[in-house]
């Protein structure tokens, strides 16, 4: 396992730059199957997988909006106790409203941050993500998203490669699956014994370029949010890999948990469907896969 440079200073390139965009869900922690629930921070979820007892901990997938270090850690006091830390923090990949708290958090706590081996430059501060696409096909954030920060931060010494075996370290019944598209290094987990996903942004459930629909988070499976997704072919297979796995439940990094026959559906129409409904008509990245 390749172990990234670390030589520069911890630094949060972030951390002064809040995203005024929030949604009716915001603050809502909801149980998605048997431990693990997910927390709307904002317009987006982070995820808790593990329960109270030291024995077994816990883990942090995902880190949230900018400023949202307080809000995560209010909520690890009251679902896991007062000086409880987890196990470790995985990130599913680095864009700025998935790590926007991590820096603070892996400070805080001192434990170590996993991420695929491709993700590491833009977690290390050495490479930052290319721009978002205003010229995207999309609704208003999309047109917004140049507002939005694509450098790196930099998690220095806390910062690891996620095992090559696709297991995860802290997390034993799980399994990290390569979900490349919508950044080059983003991974899901998933839990075979009952059919879990945590599938962070390699589909959403809310149509995230539409400021109206995030907001209210409108429920829709859709494909990765337009204006960060820069490899169309690898986002595609991505979902077919997913929805080959049969998920029974399915936190996404964007929208409200789904289940059941309505995640199947769901699921199986963005796969089969995946040029016309997710791939957008134009934009600076779009490269078409018929």
Known sequence: MKEPNTDRDIENTVDDRYIPITSVKSGALQTVAERVCCLTVQVVNVCFIGNREPADGWVLVDAGMPHSADTIQHVVREQFGE???PKAIVLTHGHFDHVGAVVELAEAWQVPVYAHELELPYVTGRQSYPDPDASVEGGLLAKLSPLFPNEPVNLGKHVRALPSDGTIPGLPEWRWIPTPGHSPGHVSLFREADRTLIAG???VTVRQDSLFKVILQFEEICGPPRYFTTDWKA???SVQRLEALKPAAAVTGHGVPVFGAE???????L?????RVAVPDYGRYVDRIH
């Open 83 to 85: 000086h409880s830390k």
């Open 201 to 203: 942004d390699a589909f």
């Open 235 to 237: 986002a595609k297979e």
């Open 263 to 269: 995640l199947a559906q769901g699921l199986a129409r």
């Open 271 to 275: 796969s089969g469907q995946f040029d």
